[in-house]
């Protein structure tokens, strides 16, 4: 399969390394000042169908082009590059601002802290351009946090595509991921399968 | 069973001395506060609530986000009430409160109580409205108290540029014989917290719904039974009253058509009038008190009628008393018109719709006009036609002085 890239590409199936979107624990996606609640999941898709707009942009609120896109992962993934297709007419943002494994973010304290790692993005709409990491800072990344402060000129800031180029190792960073409190004991909770029925005396 | 960090706005402004709730608006106002509370805790054993006052002397945060219900209801006893409310304040504060929250996993929510009149301007409420939306925070608005034009305005353009995916809601109490709580528990501000709320809005309203049962006054629900609380109840209520109607009407339709001659007419009349009366002590007994002293009353207006119509083919003047009847009780209308068809068939030997038709001038002439052989100028048939004309004018002339004999 020819790559569209304009850089010197060593493997031709770049499909496989754009692969870190597998590692995204899509549920708990979420952003602030979408348009749209759960727009944000849309974005992540493998690298084929990165021009593919069938399922709508995720879109800030009108008059306001600032977005925060916070992207768990399932295990601690280290990331190499970061590819974002914007959309036309002003609408891709045009500096990015990333976060690392932080839960308390929203728009004031992005705005004030440093990121980790801040690009100017260009509008990117066929794909082709990818932004570097400083490799050495994203080694175990449990959530990246993405911080979209302003776009070309337009209303509102379209994302078409982010995508995530890197390695995902199998470690967790949090020993315990989803606790769930029962103040009383809910048989309804606790289903196992038919095999529950055989008896346990032996 | 959402996991939510809440800040309850509480008015605290001399608006809330005024005791158009019971007992006053900020008793009322803190037993709301103190039934969210529990729901929230309820629903959620993570869910943290916090209480901020708006009037008084500033904003004043009472109580951060806790899970711990005794502190806030101690903080809300030593509340005083005085000055008045700044909500566009109230609400930053409440933000940054949320902000702040110790689990960051936990969604915000803001319930602003808004019971004093609204100085802030609509623009500035909308730019407040925005930022909590941005920073996707909901807001719950429970708009009662003083009511000043600009208010349900200012409150709805707030809502909607909060509001995202309805997760926002304004309810709007009006002073009277609702509580503020009982408001509370069957809107969607509990309701929409999902299985869990409604579990303690339904215990709650057991206790509510007996109360008010005892009071006399009407909670909401048909026969003053939840039909969540007791289903049964309501069904076996529900199903003896439609048999209780049915059980009427059947009674109704046997007696008219036991009718034959005039006289068994009074008896009808009486006899719809004792249905109705027995179906009116069956559904009110207050109102049907007062439904047998007009029944009486139409009773003997019934006889009367009854006996002009027994002399001619005025039917119309049996319609009319349909139409002032049908406005005092229904059922009793229903079973006169029986009886009153009943009688007119044996009476005349012809349909009442012929007669009305006849009565109809335009009609007639246009009819008599094409039939050969008839001229509508003849004396003979203009006669017929007068005469016609004068029975329907006599109708309701009699009517009319039978009407002022009775009601003297």
Same mark, same amino acid.
């Given at each position: 399969?020819? *790559? $569209?890239?304009?850089?010197? *590409? +060593?493997?031709?199936? *770049?499909?496989?390394?754009? +692969? ?60 190499? &590059?970061? &590819? ?9 943002? &045009? ?45 175990? %990344?449990? $959530? ?24 995902? $190792? ?9 606790? %769930? ?18 008896? &346990?005396?032996? | ?28 106002? =803190?037993?709301?506060?103190?039934? #969210? ?49 700044? #909500?566009?304040? =109230? ?20 319930? @602003? ?6 100085? =802030? ?6 730019? @407040? ?183 001619? =083919? ?69 006669? @017929? ?24």
């Amino acid at each position: 399969m020819a *790559c $569209t890239h304009s850089h010197d *590409c +060593s493997e031709h199936d *770049c499909a496989s390394a754009w +692969s870190l979107y597998k590692h995204i624990d899509l549920p708990r996606v979420w952003a602030l000042n979408e348009a749209v609640e759960g727009s944000a999941k849309n974005v992540f898709r493998s690298w084929e169908s990165r021009l593919d707009t069938s399922n709508g942009f995720l879109e800030s609120n009108d008059d306001d082009p600032e977005l925060l896109l916070f992207i768990p992962f399932t295990s601690d993934v280290k990331i190499k &590059s970061v &590819s974002v297709i914007g959309a036309g007419d002003g609408h891709s943002p &045009s500096r990015m601002r990333a976060f690392l494994n932080r839960q308390d973010i929203d728009f004031s304290t992005a705005a004030e802290m440093n990121p980790v790692q801040e690009w100017e993005l260009a509008e990117n709409l066929q794909g082709t351009l990818e932004y570097q990491t400083r490799y050495a800072r994203f080694q175990s %990344v449990a $959530t990246l946090i993405l911080h979209f402060p302003e776009n070309f000129g337009a209303d509102g800031t379209w994302i078409s595509f982010i995508g995530l180029k890197g390695e995902a $190792t199998q470690l967790k960073r949090d020993a315990v991921a989803h606790v %769930v409190y029962e103040a009383l004991p809910n048989p309804a909770d606790h289903r196992l399968p038919a095999e529950s029925n055989v008896p &346990s005396i032996l | 069973m959402v996991l939510e960090a809440t800040m309850i706005c509480i008015d605290n402004s001399e608006w809330m001395r005024n005791g158009d709730y019971v007992p006053n608006r900020f008793q009322s106002q =803190a037993d709301a506060v103190h039934l #969210i509370c529990g729901a929230k805790t309820q629903s959620n054993p993570e869910s943290t609530v916090g209480v901020l006052t708006m009037a008084g002397k500033g904003v004043r945060v009472l109580v951060t986000p806790t899970t711990d219900l005794g502190k806030i209801f101690s903080c809300m006893h030593g509340v005083e009430v005085g000055g008045s409310a700044d #909500i566009t304040a =109230a609400v930053q504060v409440a933000q940054l409160a949320l902000k702040h929250r110790q689990n960051k996993n936990q969604r915000q929510r803001v319930i @602003v109580f808004a019971g004093s009149p609204i100085t =802030a301007d609509k623009a500035l409420l909308e730019v @407040v409205g925005k930022k909590l939306k941005k920073n996707s925070v909901s807001l719950d608005i429970v708009s009662f108290g003083e009511e000043d034009d600009g208010k349900a305005e200012k409150l709805g353009a707030f809502l909607a540029a909060v509001n995202s995916n309805d997760s926002s809601h304004l309810l709007h109490v009006p002073a009277g014989s609702t509580v503020l709580s009982d408001a509370l528990l069957s809107s969607p501000i509990f309701t929409g917290d999902g299985e869990g709320g409604s579990g303690f809005a339904a215990s709650a309203a057991a206790g509510a719904a007996a109360a008010a049962a005892a009071a006399g006054g009407a909670s909401g629900f048909e026969f003053g039974v939840d039909p969540n609380l007791d289903p049964e109840l309501a069904l076996a209520l529900r199903v003896s009253m439609e048999e209780e109607r049915a059980r009427q009407e059947a009674n109704a339709k046997r007696a008219a058509e036991a009718a034959s001659a005039s006289d068994s007419q009074n008896a009808q009349t009486r006899s719809a009038a004792d249905v109705s009366m027995s179906e009116a002590a069956g559904v009110d007994s207050s109102a049907g008190v007062g439904q047998d002293f007009m029944d009486d009353e139409n009773t003997l207006l019934k006889q009367a009628l009854a006996m002009s119509m027994s002399d001619g =083919a005025g039917h119309t003047g049996g319609d009319a008393t349909m139409a002032e009847t049908s406005g005092e009780d229904q059922d009793l209308a229903f079973a006169l018109q029986i009886s009153m068809q009943e009688a007119a068939a044996s009476a005349s030997g012809g349909t009442s719709e012929m007669n009305k038709v006849l009565h109809d001038q335009h009609f007639v002439s246009s009819i008599l006009s094409s039939l050969p052989g008839v001229d509508p100028n003849d004396p003979s048939v203009r006669d @017929v036609l007068a005469s016609l004309q004068s029975e329907n004018e006599q109708k309701p002339e009699e009517k009319k002085d039978k009407e002022t004999d009775s009601s003297q």
